[in-house]
T-cell receptor
Framework: DQQVKQNSPSLSVQEGRISILNCDYT??????FLWYKKYPAEGPTFLISISSIKDKNEDGRFTVFLNKSAKHLSLHIVPSQPGDSAVYFC??????????FGTGTSLTVIP | NAGVTQTPKFRVLKTGQSMTLLCAQD?????MYWYRQDPGMGLRLIHYSVGEGTTAKGEVPDGYNVSRLKKQNFLLGLESAAPSQTSVYFCASRRDMTANYGYTFGSGTRLTVV
């Protein structure tokens, strides 16, 4: 049973525009969330995190929003750049140790 | 600074053969993890370790064993490989629970069992 779901397998965005990647989770006990990006033939790279005591966390062009009542988080990338083209995974945990990952969203930023 | 290094990068096994995947990190991290990634599925945790000499089961531990004899190394063993274990395996490490929760991943081992 998938505890973290990324229902959009792919997303295309024009360079300079906003990319919004969505993630839903089913376990109400999750209190830590991570976003990773992955290029082909490489391991995932940590991008940004958020804990349940916050509803927003920013790091440069990347912002993660958490809506606990809806069990939903989203990653905003502004402005999007061609180098952002990758697969993005979200992950949640209720222990801070065992994280459950979504299936990923492939982002393509069109120059 | 190499980060997390996985050996080998590719391997083809016959059903029933055994092998060990090696993960080495040079960041003095306490926590280490083995994940597998299959098409259409997220990364799934196989086993993890919270320190030298400790191991624990993750979400999908069956068919695998692990050892953490040295802090910098985390070994994943397949005693009798099955086609269902065809996957891409990722090792990851993290300094501790109070870090920013981000893992450092290796570049993966692509294993095919025929």
């Amino acid at each position: 049973d998938q505890q973290v779901k990324q229902n959009s397998p792919s997303l295309s965005v024009q360079e300079g525009r906003i990319s919004i990647l969505n993630c839903d989770y089913t376990n109400s006990m999750f209190d830590y969330f991570l976003w990773y990006k992955k290029y082909p033939a490489e391991g995932p790279t940590f991008l940004i995190s958020i804990s349940s005591i916050k509803d927003k966390n920013e790091d440069g062009r990347f912002t993660v929003f958490l809506n606990k009542s809806a069990k939903h988080l989203s990653l905003h990338i502004v402005p999007s750049q061609p180098g952002d083209s990758a697969v993005y995974f979200c992950a949640g945990s209720n222990t801070g140790n065992q994280f459950y990952f979504g299936t990923g969203t492939s982002l393509t930023v069109i120059p | 600074n190499a980060g997390v290094t996985q050996t080998p990068k590719f391997r083809v096994l016959k059903t029933g053969q055994s092998m060990t995947l090696l993960c080495a990190q040079d960041m003095n991290h306490e926590y280490m993890y083995w994940y597998r990634q299959d098409p259409g599925m997220g990364l799934r945790l196989i086993h993890y370790s919270v320190g030298e000499g400790t191991t624990a089961k993750g979400e999908v531990p069956d068919g695998y064993n692990v050892s953490r004899l040295k802090k910098q190394n985390f070994l994943l063993g397949l005693e009798s490989a099955a086609p269902s274990q065809t996957s891409v395996y990722f090792c990851a490490s993290r300094r501790d629970m109070t870090a920013n929760y981000g893992y450092t991943f290796g570049s993966g081992t692509r294993l095919t069992v025929v």
